[in-house]
């Protein structure tokens, strides 16, 4: 499968514990985007990583929030101490990096996040 | 102030009619333009990009920019039951690798 992986598809946890998002982006491309989607509302721009490199995290929020994408392996979102506003859908999104194409994100299946 | 806008619907059109969904966005140095489809419980799926003014065709949508008004549409000729889903308006500013969307027009077709 040649598409954005994204897992686990579906996460649950309870107040305070630690939740690990995971995205593995198309082949051939190096830029990552994590997005936000709310119940019934649009999708939110978290963050944009290149290799090693956070290049825009200003849709991040300040505290408990953080996002990587290593050398080897796949992009991380980790979210500490969730609260129930932490559950949504997070999706990963990926490019190839060609200015041109800015914007034409392929978008994974998402991570559904429940938070008790 | 929301940066992209757009009629949260539902919209609901008889197959084979033409649905027109609309997007307005704030922002002047905006300089791309996406429509994405999300089906319910599915990730979104990018259906057009629109980078000039005019119109663009691809099968049987066309997306359509007007900068000056901030305005940007997405035409469905030909509607199918297989094109419910939600569309969402995304765009792109200068200098800026992240996308900003509406909130997305929820469209039905009715058989």
């Known amino acids: 499968n040649a598409g954005v992986m994204q897992n686990p598809r579906h996460l649950v946890r309870r107040r305070g514990q630690e939740a690990r998002l995971r995205c593995s982006p198309m082949?051939?491309?190096?830029?990552v985007y994590w997005y936000r989607q709310l119940p019934e509302e649009g999708l939110k721009f978290m963050v944009y990583?290149?290799?090693?490199?956070?290049?825009?995290e200003s849709g991040m929020p300040k505290e408990r929030f953080s996002a990587e994408f290593p050398k080897e392996g796949p992009s991380i979102l980790r979210i500490q101490q969730v609260v129930r506003g932490d559950s949504a859908a997070y999706f990963c999104?990926?490019?190839?990096?060609?200015?041109?194409?800015?914007?034409?994100?392929?978008f994974g299946e998402g991570s559904r996040l429940t938070v008790l | 102030q929301k940066e992209v806008e757009q009629n949260s619907g539902p919209l609901s059109v008889p197959e084979g009619a033409i649905a027109s969904l609309n997007c307005t966005y704030s922002d002047r140095g905006s300089q791309s333009f996406f429509w994405y489809r999300q089906y319910s419980g599915k990730s979104p799926e990018l259906i057009m990009s629109?980078?000039?003014?005019g119109d663009k065709e691809d099968g049987r949508f066309t997306a359509q920019l007007n900068k000056a008004s901030q305005y940007v549409s997405l035409l469905i000729r030909d509607s199918q039951p297989s094109d419910s889903a939600t569309y969402l308006c995304a765009v792109n500013y200068f200098g800026n690798e992240k996308l900003t969307f509406g909130t997305g027009t929820r469209l039905t077709i009715i058989p």
């Open positions: 082949k051939g491309h190096s830029h």
């Open positions: 990583l290149q290799k090693e490199n956070i290049i825009d």
């Open positions: 629109i980078y000039s003014n």
């Open positions: 999104a990926s490019s190839p990096g060609d200015r041109g194409q800015a914007g034409e994100l392929f």
